[in-house]
């Protein structure tokens, strides 16, 4: 069983529209070295319909946080606290039979490599009928119609003829295709997508985004899309969260993010990123230094060890390294700068460095 303790005091969960609310969620590995936590005291909300993009560093917490959030983590090696409420359901203290249900129905994933998700022993129709037999209770006949209308749906030519084929005889974007498929075909509330495109070329990728568009659009799902790509992020999401060392540390929609960035962790990122008006001449400057530990995580903010902008922080010396900044409601960074020095910190010395 995975070891629940409440947040002490923690405000009930309450999503803009009661969709997906995640209130101070802490995931703890035991392995071999000692407790990893991969997320520590991370919050937010998804509406119905709408599109949150995760960016961060490779180990941020990322998957992580949305494996549990569909209670994808074996409960032998994990620790999970906090609350994750979806439409009204406490989901870190649901039974496995409950989240099985979940899974598939109203909650689906999809990932970065296709062959993670589909068999390569059964066809792939079968693969996406089955999840709707079980769910819907329908007939091996009507699932199968479903199979053939979800492939048709996804842009897969001739989906009667290939619905009888393996993953195998499948290309790389209509595998891509049909996993989204298999993901869609109950037509899930939340749809949670985990690099979807990142393995695939830029125009194979560009079809793979208008398709889940347009699908949210036919759909109404919320998403959770999960991505290195700023420029994939300007395209799909309604709102952005900046994930480093396991929490949140700046959000917002993707509008005020990406116009006004107030974090120094979001500005290196910013410059780290190739961006879409940018010429290929630009150079990038990555971040200096590597994101941290999460055995041994720094004090205070987990960021401090690679910002550089430390001692303009007002207040005792130090305060960096010894007191961690809190992520605000709403638009907020977690960054001890004031408001006023993160403005115009951005918009004097960052953000001439991005044109
Ligand atoms: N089962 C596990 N046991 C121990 N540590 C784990 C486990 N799964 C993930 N971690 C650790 O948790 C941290 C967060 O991992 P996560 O996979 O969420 O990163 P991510 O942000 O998705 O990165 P990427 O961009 O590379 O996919 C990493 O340090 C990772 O090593
Ligand atoms: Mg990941």
């Not at 936590?37 to 960016?55: C, E, N, P, Q």
């Not at 540390?249 to 940018?278: C, F, I, K």
Request: charged content about 25%; proline content about 8%; some cysteine.
């Amino acid at each position: 069983m995975t070891t629940v303790t409440k947040p002490e005091g923690a405000p009930a969960a309450n999503a803009p529209d009661g969709f997906l609310s995640v209130r101070d969620l802490q995931v703890t590995f035991s392995t071999e070295d000692g407790p990893v936590k991969a997320v520590d005291g991370l919050s937010f909300d998804l509406a119905r319909g709408r599109t949150l993009g995760i960016v961060g560093e490779s180990g941020s917490g990322k998957s992580v946080t949305n494996l549990t959030v569909l209670g994808l983590h074996n409960p032998l090696f994990t620790k999970t606290d906090g609350e994750i409420v979806l439409d009204g359901k406490e989901l870190i203290t649901a039974t496995e039979k409950e989240m099985e249900e979940l899974r598939g129905n109203r909650a689906a994933m999809i990932f970065q490599d296709p062959l993670t998700a589909l068999s390569p022993f059964y066809t792939v129709g079968r693969q996406i009928a089955e999840p709707y037999m079980k769910h819907r209770k329908v007939s091996k006949k009507a699932a199968w119609e479903r199979a053939v209308e979800m492939l048709a749906k996804v842009g897969i030519p001739n989906p009667r003829e290939r619905a009888k084929d393996y993953p195998h005889q499948f290309s790389g974007g209509m595998r891509q295709r049909a996993m989204i498929a298999m993901a869609l075909v109950c037509d899930p509330d939340l749809l949670i997508a985990d690099e979807p495109t990142t393995a695939l070329d830029v125009t194979v990728q560009a079809q793979i985004l208008d398709l889940l568009k347009d699908l949210q659009q036919e759909f109404g799902s919320g998403i959770i899309f999960i991505t290195h790509d700023l420029g994939v992020i300007a395209d799909m999401a309604d709102d952005i969260m900046v994930m480093y060392a396991g929490n949140a540390v700046e959000r917002g929609t993707v509008d005020e993010v990406l116009r006004a960035p107030q974090h120094p962790y979001t500005w290196g990122l910013l410059n780290s990123m190739p961006r879409l008006d940018s010429d290929l001449d630009t150079p990038l400057s990555p971040i200096p230094g590597s994101p941290p530990s999460l055995l041994h995580p720094p004090s205070g903010c987990r960021f401090h060890p690679r910002c550089t902008f430390q001692d303009r922080v007002a207040g005792a010396a130090g305060r960096c390294v010894d007191e961690r900044p809190l992520l605000g409601p709403d638009r907020a960074s977690a960054c001890h700068l004031t408001a006023d020095q993160k403005r115009t910190i951005f918009i004097e010395e960052i953000k001439p460095r991005l044109a």
